[in-house]
Structures are given as structure tokens and as C-alpha cells.
């Protein structure tokens, strides 16, 4: 046995300075290296990803609707039918989201949406749906086919088609186009 730790000792003596095994000191310097490079990588993806639009997803990224035919509504239409176009009498639940007892919607009217969930509520006989959340703003599409108008709530919105428009609220002191069809 003796033999044995010893071989297992003078094998350690022979490896590489630079074998991946780490020190005491190394491992406490990795510490200190992670714990100063993870935040300042945090802090610059954050400016970033605001200087770019609502985080990863631009706001306004969001592309016609490229479904057809008789189904290709079906989950707005029985959405609709459950709640109506006025589910929400408070303009300010649009900037809540994560305060108010939302509905979901599924099936809309595009392949990139195919079998997902969103939340949605409607207001005023406009359906909006909450696709791209962030942590400082909302933003998704909305479904306008009665009326010409937003809410001043709404910072910013534009049509993509078929009375669909992408929406966002900002954080305050944002300046954001206000496009009707």
C-alpha cells in the first residue's frame, strides 16, 4: 500500500504547471475574476439590448400575419366570443400585466405562434397580446379591426396588416412612432 501512495504522490509531482487542477489561490482568484466580469457582462448586455429596442426582440419585429384561410382566426374569434371586445374598462391594465388576472389566447394567425399560449385582454374594443414581456416595458400585437386609435397609454405602435399591429409601452421619456393604417 505504501508503494502505491507513493506512486500516486510522485505522479502528482510530475504533472504540468499548467494542469487544469486548480489551487487554493487560483480557485479564490476565479472567485474574485467571476464575481467583477459576470456583473459588468450583465451591465453592458442590459445597455445594449435597451439601446436596441425592448430587450432581445425588437418591439416592433414582429411580421404579418402569415396564415390563411377559414381557421387562421379561429383563436382570436373565440376569444372574442368568450370575453368580448371590452373585458377591461381600465386603460392603466395595459402597463399591468403582472398585476391583473389576465386571459390567454392561443392560435393566432401566424406559423411562428403555432401552439403557444400569450397572455391577452381587451379593451376598448381592441385585443391586445402581450408577445414580447421585458422587464422594464410591454410590448406585442394587437388586433384593431373597429376603430382607428390607441390609447395614450400605448407608447408606440404600427400596422403589420389585416388590422394587426405591434404595441409597446416604454419606460416614461420615450419617444416612439405612432403609425395608423
Same mark, same amino acid.
Given at each position: 500500500?505504501?508503494a @502505491?501512495? $507513493? ?18 489561490? /487560483? ?30 426582440? /425588437?418591439?416592433? %419585429? ?21 370575453y ?7 386603460? +392603466?391594465?395595459?402597463s ?7 386571459? @390567454?389566447? /392561443?392560435?393566432? !394567425?401566424?406559423?411562428?405562434? =403555432?401552439?403557444?399560449?400569450? *397572455? ?12 414580447? !414581456? %421585458?422587464? +422594464? @416595458? ?8 373597429? =376603430? ?12 403589420? %396588416? ?10 416614461? %421619456?420615450?419617444?416612439?412612432? *405612432?403609425?395608423? $393604417?
Amino acid at each position: 500500500m505504501a508503494a @502505491h501512495k $507513493e506512486g500516486v504522490i510522485s505522479a502528482r509531482r510530475k504533472m504540468p504547471p499548467n494542469s487544469p487542477r486548480l489551487s487554493v489561490s /487560483r480557485s479564490c482568484g476565479l472567485r474574485v475574476y467571476l464575481g467583477v466580469a459576470l456583473p459588468l457582462c450583465f451591465t453592458l448586455l442590459a445597455i445594449v439590448s435597451l439601446t436596441v429596442g425592448c430587450g432581445f426582440h /425588437r418591439w416592433d %419585429g414582429t411580421p404579418p400575419p402569415n396564415m390563411n384561410g377559414s381557421n387562421a382566426m379561429a383563436g382570436v374569434s373565440t376569444f372574442i366570443a368568450s370575453y368580448g371586445w371590452n373585458a377591461s374598462t381600465n386603460e +392603466d391594465d395595459l402597463s399591468r400585466w403582472d398585476d391583473i388576472q389576465s386571459r @390567454h389566447i /392561443r392560435d393566432l !394567425p401566424w406559423n411562428r405562434y =403555432t401552439n403557444q399560449q400569450f *397572455k391577452a385582454l381587451t379593451h376598448d374594443r381592441i385585443l391586445y397580446v402581450l408577445t414580447n !414581456p %421585458g422587464w +422594464d @416595458h410591454y410590448a406585442g400585437i394587437a388586433y384593431n379591426p373597429q =376603430t382607428n386609435h390607441f390609447p395614450p397609454i400605448i407608447d408606440g405602435f404600427k400596422p403589420i %396588416g389585416n388590422h394587426w399591429y405591434v404595441w409597446c409601452i416604454m419606460p416614461p %421619456g420615450s419617444k416612439w412612432p *405612432k403609425v395608423y $393604417e
